[in-house]
C-alpha cells in the first residue's frame, strides 16, 4: 500500500466508534514491529515521528524506511510528524511524503497558536496532507518539550470550537488530565471535558500521553469521541528494558541482530496489545 493521510483514518474511526492507535516509533526496528503487529491484526496504524526523532533518524533515511514500510504492508499506514515547532521542517517532510504532520504551537498566545497553525493548514492541503493541531498544555517531557505542571492548561471547550473553525484543521489534541511519560499515580481524566469538546468541535480528537493510562480510562476516552490515541514511553521502556537484560545476562554479546531479536518480540506484544485496545470499541 501507500502512505495515507490520516484524515480518512480517523474519520473511519470517528464514525464507527473506535481509535486508531499513533505510535512513536525511533529507528527500523520499531517501525518493523508496528506494522507487523499492525498486518497480523488487520489494523490501520500511525507512525509518529517527533522532531528528535526525525533529526536521529534524518528526513530522507526515515522517509524511505516509512515507503518500504507501507509498501509490504496490507493495512493503511500513515506517516506523522508529532509535536513539530519548527514550519519550515514540516513543509521539508511534507515535500518528502510525510501525509499528517502535528504543528504543536500550544506555548504560544491564542492568537499566535491559531496563526501559526492557520499557515500549516494552507500549506498542507495543497499536498493533501492532514494537519493536527493541539489546545491547551500537557505536562510532561516530548522530546526537548518540558511543560511543568504549574503550566499545565486544559483544553476550553468554546475555545475549541473557535480554533477548530479558524485554523481548519483536521484533528485537534486535547489536554483533559493526561501527560506526557509515566504517571506519579493514577492519572485524573475530566470525562465531562471531554464530553464537551466533543459536541462543540466536528474533527477527531487526539489524546496524547496515552502511556501507563489504564486502559479502562483509554476505552472511556474512546467511547466520548477521541479517535487517536498515541502511545510513546511504553514502547520506549519494553524496547529498553528488553535489551538491557539481554546485555546483562549475556555479556559477550556483540551482535544486534541477535539482541535485537527479543527486543522487537517484547515489543510487538505491546503494540498488539494497545491495537486490540484501541479497536475494541468499533461497531464495524
Avoid: W
Avoid at 464514525?15 to 518493523?32: D, R, S
Avoid at 468554546?158 to 485554523?167: G, I, M, P
Avoid at 521502556?237 to 535489551?243: H, P, T, V
Wanted: with cysteine; net charge negative; aromatic share 6%.
Amino acid at each position: 500500500m501507500f502512505i495515507v493521510s490520516s484524515k480518512n483514518l480517523l474519520e473511519d474511526a470517528r464514525k464507527k466508534g473506535y481509535a486508531v492507535p499513533a505510535f512513536n516509533i525511533h529507528n527500523l526496528e520499531t517501525v518493523q514491529v508496528v506494522v507487523e503487529a499492525a498486518n497480523e491484526l488487520n489494523s490501520p496504524v500511525i507512525l509518529a515521528a517527533t522532531p528528535g526523532t526525525v533529526g536521529y533518524a534524518g528526513e530522507d533515511y526515515l522517509m524511505n524506511i516509512m515507503q518500504a514500510a507501507a509498501k509490504i504492508s496490507h493495512v493503511p499506514i500513515a506517516y506523522h510528524l508529532d509535536h513539530h515547532e519548527d514550519v519550515e521542517a514540516i513543509k521539508r517532510s511534507i515535500k518528502l511524503g510525510a501525509k499528517a504532520v502535528m504543528i504543536d504551537a500550544s506555548a504560544l498566545p491564542y492568537e499566535e497558536n491559531i496563526k501559526k497553525v492557520k499557515s500549516v493548514v494552507d500549506f498542507a492541503k495543497k499536498y493533501d496532507v492532514s494537519v493536527e493541531a493541539e489546545l491547551g498544555k500537557l505536562v510532561g517531557v516530548e522530546d526537548d518539550l518540558v511543560v511543568e505542571e504549574s503550566e499545565s492548561q486544559l483544553t476550553d471547550p468554546e475555545l475549541a470550537n473557535d480554533f477548530v473553525k479558524r485554523t481548519g484543521i483536521d484533528s485537534l489534541a486535547v489536554a483533559i488530565g493526561t501527560a506526557h511519560g509515566l504517571y506519579k499515580s493514577e492519572p485524573k481524566i475530566d470525562f465531562d471535558r471531554l464530553e464537551k469538546i466533543e459536541a462543540k468541535v466536528d474533527v477527531p480528537l487526539v489524546l496524547h500521553g496515552a502511556s501507563d493510562v489504564p486502559d479502562q480510562t483509554v476505552k472511556r476516552c474512546i467511547e466520548l469521541g477521541i479517535c487517536k490515541v498515541n502511545i510513546a514511553t511504553e514502547l520506549k521502556i519494553a524496547y529498553s528494558d528488553e535489551l538491557k537484560r539481554y546485555l546483562k545476562e549475556n555479556p559477550s554479546a556483540n551482535d544486534p541482530r541477535k539482541y535485537m531479536f527479543d527486543a522487537k518480540a517484547t515489543m510487538k506484544d505491546l503494540v498488539k496489545k494497545k491495537i486490540l485496545l484501541c479497536n475494541s470499541n468499533d461497531k464495524a
